[in-house]
């Protein structure tokens, strides 16, 4: 069984920080990345930011310069620091590892079960 479990939502006034988390458990060989995605009220799940086993990252147009990804890979956990929020970046935050699991060929993609974070003008 693999868990992911984000934490750290709520909700902000606009030009404020958060920082969420996301720990992953279970019977886990490696982690090749970890994303966050977001899906606001009525829109589709987008992307938000990656970053690899490697440390590279990468960040979606609308959050750059804002949002800073980061990972420990001690812990298995994914980081994702929100500056300068806007209400428009009110949305349910998920995140996404790809990882190999202990006799599985092949990595695979598992999902948390999101955390919401509002942002208030």
């Known amino acids: 069984q693999v868990q992911l479990v984000e934490s750290g939502g709520g909700l902000v006034q606009a030009g404020g920080s958060l920082r969420l988390s996301c720990a992953a458990s279970?019977?886990?060989?490696?982690?090749?990345?970890m994303a966050w995605y977001r899906q606001a009220p009525g829109k589709q799940r987008e992307f938000v930011a990656v970053?690899?086993?490697?440390?590279?990252?990468n960040y979606a147009d609308s959050v750059k310069a804002r949002f800073t990804i980061s990972r420990d890979s001690a812990k298995n956990t994914a980081y994702l620091q929100m500056n300068s929020l806007t209400p428009e970046d009110t949305a349910v935050y998920y995140c996404?590892?790809?990882?190999?699991?202990?006799?599985?060929?092949?990595?695979?993609?598992?999902w948390g079960k999101g955390t919401l974070v509002t942002v208030s003008s």
């Open positions: 970053i690899t086993n490697g440390g590279s990252t």
């Open positions: 279970g019977t886990i060989v490696s982690i090749k990345s």
């Open positions: 996404k590892a790809a990882l190999r699991r202990i006799g599985w060929p092949a990595d695979m993609d598992y």
